[in-house]
């Protein structure tokens, strides 16, 4: 792990943090998720670092509990998204003929809603639980990543490696994830960070519509639309969420980025030409 | 004219490189970038009118030496020592502005790929004549009319008109002669040709080298022609240079060159082509027969196989000659059953094999392996060289483990690699490297059968007579039979028991090797014999005038 550059470094610290933030909350929280502790919307002071929100609860608590919420429905989501989404496309591309059509032409069906939209209704029927929205984020989400992972396989499928596997008699599993998808891994990984991003976005905005995670429990999103009235009178409890998911995107990024230059290397990451 | 007067005060030395030293910079696995050199004081002179030969094999410092005469370093090479002095001041002092106004106009650049070379969305006259406008040579009417007088000149089709047409709708061998247009149009002192007809059939490239020729000796500019092959830079050099990683070899005029190398370096690559083989007798029983093959593409529209027959007998090898389009490389995928034929069957071995890929059981496969032109796509660049000749015996045989890693060790020995090379990505292999690698891979099934499309054809002629040796050797111990598929008469000459030469998706001559090569022939295979060329002066003019048949024009 020698030459980490600089960005990465940073991306490296602040997604770490993030993390020891999201599994550890209940110890590093100096107060409880729902407690009140204190006046509404209480200036920044020793005893609340980052002041109260709009019922008078501990802004920095609440924000450890969020990154918890926010950080584990986006990963899941994400993670859903990238298997089912990658796994479809390049089956879908090494396949071809009809079953592609169908599969490609199912998912365009599925893009031509507008996801908001779509996941408002579904979620509208549905419970909303922590499981739905993860399957809902996830599956929609998945029409993306299946979108870029078929692209990219039908240029990798047409290579002499693949054509001399298939002549070899490889089944399908070695020709997906031994020749594909080692090839396929730069384009998904700059992806992936992308679209982790997103499912925060995403997530946050269900919860400000009030879909999303329910109270007492907010993820960061939630945390902006509870305290968002406070903006009029000039007090900042809804920036410091909004503060946060900008600085995640931007911290995953910069790790994504890093991982990005070391798998587009040809030569086993041995050198940096 | 200006232009006329102002030559008359040019010097005549037009070219005058001196100590020239070129240095780049490098990232080699397992050790800290470096600094290397890559042209070691490199002097070398060009008369005005004149044409130098530049040869050389990849890695020799041919381009970088030939653009550097346009103050030109690729890929972040970096001149660092020497003079360049063209028209008698040192262009690599003269700072971007001033280069900008040498290139286009001084020195103009003819590259390998024209198809990469020309934008493609731009029509050809608006590229052709873009320097000429660029430095105020001429209007545009009169630089149009100046390259619809060269387009003539290298008889192109249609002079008038061609320039309306995007690159895309001429063919290769036009295009490069259009690229030859476009360098002329600017009437520059100097033209660089860098490997202009490699990339070109044998049958083409004899003619873009007749017009090249041609608008040489014509319009009087003086040229550096860079190529790998000594015999066709024999046909238009006066002064040949013979480069070796980055230094000089020997420099001498081009019959002393072909005729009376003094060095070894040189003498060996004058005798390249020549390998012993003597012809094997055909066996009663056939080890592959293809029996009257019809295959097309696009569902029966464009039919690319038209009734072919072959045979080919057990250890022995099988060449199948023709032009691009000829439908050399589709019998090769009929007989791998990558496009199953319309009609006509294919046994092997006593049994007739199923026409799919996906209906054959796996030993029919393993009997049956396929090497690659391209050895750097035809293998997964993600994968050490451990686990691309490892997976076939993993596949084929069950092997595991050390047994496995020994084979793989063994298998290197014998493609005369160690087996430091194991862990190893191909992006770390040189060219001929890989393609031993791609013969290991399919050496590793213990197959009956290789088929061998253009391997030697993307390689340095003493790096594909090493390959060829190599593969004449494995044949006497493995007892392997090749189906070799290539463009290329002397490689035929030195590997072939059987030959097919096809022309259009059609076998027009087929038997022994003797048999083939003997007169009488027919017109396309006198075509193809011809068009070899040979290390001789003056064997282009003597090939042009005995042609009986145009070539296809691919």
């Keep these: 792990m020698r030459q980490i550059p600089f960005t990465a470094w940073i991306?490296?610290?602040?997604?770490?943090?993030?993390?020891?933030?999201?599994?550890?909350?209940?110890?590093?929280?100096?107060?409880g998720n729902g407690e009140i502790v204190g006046d509404?919307?209480?200036?920044?002071?020793?005893?609340?670092?980052?002041?109260?929100?709009?019922?008078?609860?501990?802004?920095?608590?609440?924000?450890?509990?969020g990154a918890r919420i926010t950080i584990f429905i986006a990963v899941l989501a994400t993670a859903l998204a990238f298997c089912l989404g990658s796994i479809l496309g390049f089956t879908a591309a090494t396949v071809g003929g009809k079953f592609d059509m169908l599969l490609s032409r199912f998912v365009d069906l599925l893009m031509a809603i507008p996801t908001?939209?779509?996941?408002?209704?579904?979620?509208?029927?549905?419970?909303?639980?922590?499981?739905?929205?993860?399957?809902?984020?996830?599956?929609?989400?998945?029409?993306?990543?299946?979108?870029?992972?078929?692209?990219?396989?039908?240029?990798?499928?047409?290579?002499?490696?693949?054509?001399?596997?298939?002549?070899?008699?490889?089944?399908?599993?070695?020709?997906?994830?031994?020749?594909?998808?080692?090839?396929?891994?730069?384009?998904?990984?700059?992806?992936?960070g992308l679209r982790f991003i997103y499912a925060v976005l995403f997530l946050s905005a269900l919860s400000?519509?009030?879909?999303?995670?329910?109270?007492?429990?907010?993820?960061?999103?939630?945390?902006?639309?509870?305290?968002?009235?406070?903006i009029v009178f000039g007090i900042p409890a809804a920036l410091i969420p909004a503060g946060a998911i900008a600085l995640l995107a931007i911290s995953v990024n910069l790790v994504a980025d890093w991982v990005l230059n070391r798998t587009s290397d040809l030569k086993g990451g041995r050198g940096n030409g | 004219?200006?232009?006329?007067?102002?030559?008359?005060?040019?010097?005549?030395?037009?070219?005058?490189?001196?100590?020239?030293?070129?240095?780049?910079?490098?990232?080699?696995?397992?050790?800290?970038?470096?600094?290397?050199?890559?042209?070691?004081?490199?002097?070398?002179?060009?008369?005005?009118?004149?044409?130098?030969?530049?040869?050389?094999?990849?890695?020799?410092?041919?381009?970088?030496?030939?653009?550097?005469?346009?103050?030109?370093?690729?890929?972040?090479?970096?001149?660092?020592?020497g003079q360049v002095l063209l028209n008698g001041r040192d262009i690599l002092t003269l700072g971007p502005a001033g280069v900008r106004k040498v290139r286009g106009r001084e020195v103009c650049y003819v590259a390998q790929s024209a198809a990469a070379a020309f934008n493609p969305a731009h029509k050809l006259m608006d590229q052709v004549v873009e320097a000429a406008l660029l430095h105020g040579i001429a209007t545009r009417a009169e630089a149009e009319?100046?390259?619809?007088?060269?387009?003539?000149?290298?008889?192109?089709?249609?002079?008038?008109?061609?320039?309306?047409?995007?690159?895309?709708?001429?063919?290769?061998?036009q295009l490069q002669r259009v690229m030859t247009a476009t360098a002329l149009c600017s009437e520059p002192d100097l033209i660089v040709f860098d490997e202009p007809t490699t990339a070109l059939d044998v049958t083409t490239q004899i003619d873009v080298l007749a017009a090249i020729k041609d608008a040489i000796r014509d319009t009087h500019v003086a040229a550096l022609y860079i190529s790998h092959d000594l015999a066709v830079v024999a046909q238009v050099a006066d002064e040949i240079v013979v480069l070796r990683n980055g230094r000089l070899v020997e420099r001498g005029d081009t019959h002393q060159i072909i005729k009376l190398p003094q060095q070894d370096y040189t003498r060996a690559l004058v005798a390249v082509h020549e390998i012993d083989h003597t012809e094997k007798q055909p066996s009663p029983s056939p080890m592959l027969s293809v029996k009257n093959v019809t295959a097309a593409y696009g569902g029966g529209v464009v039919k690319v196989l038209k009734n072919v027959s072959v045979d080919l007998h057990p250890g022995q090898t099988l060449a199948v000659v023709g032009e691009s389009g000829s439908g050399k490389s589709t019998l090769a995928r009929a007989i791998t059953g990558l496009l199953p034929p319309e009609q006509g069957s294919i046994s092997f071995?006593?049994?007739?094999?199923?026409n799919r890929l996906a209906d054959r059981p796996k030993e029919d496969l393993r009997q049956l392996q396929m090497i690659y032109q391209m050895a750097d796509v035809a293998m997964n660049p993600r994968q050490t060289v451990r686990t691309i000749i490892g997976r076939p015996l993993e596949f084929y045989f069950g092997m595991r483990g050390k047994e496995r890693d020994q084979r793989v060790a063994e298998l290197l020995d014998k493609i005369e690699m160690g087996t430091g090379f194991a862990d190893r990505y191909p992006a770390e292999?040189?060219?001929?490297?890989k393609q031993r690698v791609c013969i290991a891979r399919s050496l590793a099934a213990k197959p009956k059968l290789i088929i061998c499309d253009e391997v030697t054809s993307a390689l340095d002629p003493l790096v594909a007579n090493g390959i060829l040796k190599l593969l004449l050797d494995l044949q006497q111990e493995e007892k392997v039979a090749y189906l070799f598929i290539t463009h290329d008469l002397a490689t035929v000459k030195s590997i072939a028991d059987a030959i097919a030469v096809m022309y259009r998706g059609e076998v027009v001559r087929y038997g022994p090797k003797s048999q083939v090569l003997e007169p009488p022939f027919d017109a396309y295979t006198d075509l193809l014999l011809s068009s070899v060329p040979e290390m001789e002066q003056g064997w282009l003019e003597t090939a042009i005038q005995g042609r009986r048949m145009e070539s296809a024009g691919n």
């Design chain 1, 11 to 31: 991306g490296l610290i602040l997604t770490g943090l993030f993390l020891i933030c999201a599994i550890f909350a209940p110890w590093i929280a100096p107060y």
């Design chain 1, 40 to 65: 509404v919307w209480a200036p920044m002071s020793s005893a609340n670092v980052l002041g109260t929100d709009n019922l008078g609860r501990d802004l920095l608590s609440r924000m450890i509990y």
């Design chain 1, 116 to 192: 908001l939209i779509f996941a408002l209704v579904v979620l509208s029927v549905l419970p909303t639980t922590v499981v739905t929205l993860i399957l809902v984020m996830g599956i929609l989400d998945a029409t993306r990543v299946y979108r870029l992972s078929r692209a990219v396989a039908v240029d990798i499928n047409v290579m002499d490696f693949v054509e001399a596997a298939k002549l070899r008699g490889e089944g399908m599993g070695w020709i997906i994830f031994r020749e594909i998808l080692p090839n396929a891994l730069s384009p998904l990984v700059s992806e992936l």
């Design chain 1, 208 to 230: 400000f519509l009030g879909l999303g995670v329910q109270p007492p429990d907010a993820d960061w999103g939630g945390m902006v639309k509870e305290n968002k009235d406070g």
């Design chain 2, 1 to 81: 004219m200006a232009k006329a007067q102002a030559a008359t005060h040019k010097p005549e030395m037009l070219l005058d490189i001196r100590d020239l030293r070129i240095e780049a910079r490098v990232y080699p696995p397992d050790e800290a970038p470096k600094t290397i050199t890559l042209v070691h004081d490199v002097s070398l002179t060009l008369k005005r009118g004149k044409v130098l030969g530049l040869i050389g094999e990849s890695g020799a410092g041919k381009s970088t030496i030939g653009l550097s005469s346009m103050a030109f370093g690729r890929g972040g090479v970096k001149i660092s020592g």
């Design chain 2, 145 to 173: 009319k100046r390259a619809v007088a060269l387009f003539k000149k290298l008889s192109l089709p249609n002079p008038e008109t061609i320039g309306n047409r995007y690159p895309h709708q001429v063919s290769g061998g």
């Design chain 2, 349 to 354: 071995d006593g049994r007739t094999l199923s």
């Design chain 2, 429 to 433: 292999l040189s060219g001929g490297q």
